[in-house]
C-alpha cells in the first residue's frame, strides 16, 4: 500500500467450492500508526482484546465486478473525532470549530 492511501482494503465475491467456502474474500491493510493504537487498546484492555470498526461502500471493479471497499479504525480513532465516519477528518471530541478560528494578536 502506498504511504498515499489511508488504511483500507477490499472483499471480493468468491466461488464457493464447498459448505464452508467464504462468500467473500480479501485483504486489509493498517499502518504503523493504527498498530500502534490497537497495540495501545489491548494493553490497556482487561481482557487483553479490543474492537475494530470497519465500513464498507459497495463498488465496482474496472473489470466490472461488484466488491466492497473497507475502511478500517480503532476505538480510539472512532472516539477521538467527531463527523467524517471515524478515522479521522473531523474535530477533535469536545472541541468546536471556532476554537481554530480564533484572532492571531500580530
Known amino acids: 500500500m502506498s504511504d498515499q492511501y489511508p488504511p483500507g482494503g477490499a472483499l471480493f465475491q468468491q466461488d464457493k467450492k464447498n459448505q464452508n467456502s467464504p462468500d467473500y474474500s480479501g485483504e486489509i491493510e493498517i499502518d504503523e500508526a493504527m498498530l500502534r493504537e490497537i497495540a495501545l487498546e489491548i494493553q490497556q484492555a482487561s481482557n487483553g482484546r479490543t474492537k475494530m470498526r470497519i465500513a464498507g ?3 465496482m471493479s474496472k473489470a466490472g465486478k461488484p466488491f466492497l471497499s473497507l475502511k478500517p479504525s480503532t476505538q480510539t ?30
Open 77 to 106: 480513532s472512532s472516539a477521538a473525532y467527531s463527523g467524517g465516519g471515524g478515522g479521522g477528518g473531523g474535530t477533535p471530541a469536545g472541541q468546536s470549530n471556532d476554537a481554530l478560528n480564533d484572532e492571531i494578536p500580530f
Open 57 to 59: 461502500w459497495k463498488k
